[in-house]
């Protein structure tokens, strides 16, 4: 299987606080995406970097990317109670996607 | 514009009956994908279509066939359903090398 992980599985976290989640995966990639799901609901895209960019800032997401070590992390800064979701990371290699298994964030007011 | 749709939402078959999950984009994109979820497993790529009149195998294809029968709309069949393909099955479609947008999912349960 080419599917990556996530790392950690679950994560708990206060309102206010940073949430670092970090995903491995197994083949090149032309890049690597995060998407966002909310319960019952479809995938959102948050982010995507390049095989060739290092790191990326969108609002409070941080993504940085090895490609060395096929990893990358996504940083949450200053978290609220709406970001209460599944993160899954997703490997792009052209035309198919390699999803990681997710991380479920449970933010606390 | 609607984005992604999937019909239907819900859908319990009993083992051996076949079906077809419906999905369509009104945004003109090139890409479309099947994927189903199951519980940790994350989403694994069933089928997708690179363009109109293509289709490729993903990474779980066996039980299932596709037809993209225009750029708008890309469609999942089971042909003789068995419980292992009791899953969340979700659509998305892109436009050249950018992100996906996904459907709502149809939510399959196989008896």
Known sequence: SQQGEEDPQALSIQEGENATMNCSYKTSINNLQWYRQNSGRGLVHLILIRSNEREKHSGRLRVTLDTSKKSSSLLITASRAADTASYFCAANTGNQFYFGTGTSLTVIP | NAGVTQTPKFQVLKTGQSMTLQCAQDMNHNS?????????????????????????KGEVPNGYNVSRLNKREFSLRLESAAPSQTSVYFCASRLLELEQYFGPGTRLTVT
């Not at chain 2, 199951?38 to 109109?52: H, K, N, Q, T």
């Open chain 2, 32 to 56: 479309m994908y099947w994927y189903r979820q199951d519980p940790g497993m994350g989403l694994r790529l069933i089928y997708y279509s690179a363009s109109e009149g293509t289709t490729d």
